[in-house]
Structures are given as C-alpha cells and as structure tokens.
C-alpha cells in the first residue's frame, strides 16, 4: 500500500513539474523572431493576393466576421488578418522592452533588405506615438499606395502593445 502511494505522489507531482519545466528544456521562445516570421509567412504573401491557411502552429480564435484573429501559443504573438491590414501584434501579451528594441532593429533590416521600394514616411503626424516607423510606397492619394508599419500607442512601458502592419493597397 505504501509503495503505491508513494508512486501516486510521484506521479501526480510530476504531471506538474514536467509540464511547467518543459519550458526550461525546451527554452524560450524568440518573441521577436516569431513576429517577424509570423509576418513574413502569412503577412508578406497578401502583397501577391495570396492568403495563407493558418499553419499547425497557430491556434484560431473567436473573432470578428472581417477578421482573421491567430495565435502562436508559445510566443502569445497574434496575427490579425483584415481587408486592408495583416497584422502580427503582441497585444496578448506585450513584450519586453528589450523584445521591442530587437524587433524594431530586426524590422528595420527586413524592410531594407526585402522591400527596397518602401521608403520612411517621415511626415506621418503620428508623433505623440510611443514608436512609430512607416514605410510606403506612391503618395497619399495614390489607390496603389502600400506599406509597412511598426508602432506602438500607449503608455511607455510593458503595458503597451506593439504592432507590425503590412498595409495593403485600396484597389
């Protein structure tokens, strides 16, 4: 009798333990490089009118009939798919400010080298912004206009969500 209480509490700690350690072993996850993979494979292919199932990795949730509303569950980083806009957001979970500041870099670098025809949009008037980087392509008034868009509204601090945008031409 002793022996099988004793496997029992072994067993019945263990369940918890190995679950909430999995994460040691495993490791963490790369919150910055998920978004901006994220992006790259089910945001960047919008550009061609190509929509992209959601992979295994990505759970769906409950969302508004004009959205698509994903998540990886490791990383909590959302894609939010609408007719205008794909978006990889860490609005379930805001990053670290030094996840921010590796995206932002990370960001910067994939918009110079993959999309050389965008240029910063300086004149944005969005300046009371925690962060805000816009590029674009053509002029505002322009139906082929297209762009990216890395911002963050809100309080400084860990309580504001970060968004990067692919936003799509009006045509």
């Not at 590029?135 to 860990?158: A, K, Y």
Request: some cysteine; overall charge negative.
């Amino acid at each position: 009798m002793r022996k099988h209480i004793i496997y029992t509490v072994i067993i019945l700690s263990g369940l918890p333990v190995g679950y909430f350690g999995m994460e040691l072993v495993v490791g963490q996850t790369d919150r910055p490089k998920t978004a901006l993979e994220l992006f790259d494979n089910y945001c960047v292919p919008l550009i061609q009118g190509e929509l992209v199932e959601a992979g295994p990795e990505l759970l769906d949730l409950p969302h508004l009939r004009f959205e698509t509303f994903w998540v990886e569950p490791r990383s909590k980083v959302a894609v939010i798919i609408s007719t205008k806009t794909c978006t990889v957001s860490d609005r379930l979970q805001p990053m670290l400010e030094s996840e921010r500041m590796a995206l932002s870099s990370a960001v910067n670098a994939m918009v110079t080298a993959s999309f050389p025809m965008l240029r910063p949009d300086l004149n944005h008037g969005l300046d009371s912004w925690d962060e805000i980087q816009l590029w674009i392509q053509h002029p505002i008034d322009d139906e082929r206009r297209w762009g990216i868009w890395l911002g963050r509204l809100g309080q400084t601090g860990e309580q504001s969500s970060t968004d990067l945008m692919l936003l799509l031409p009006q045509h």
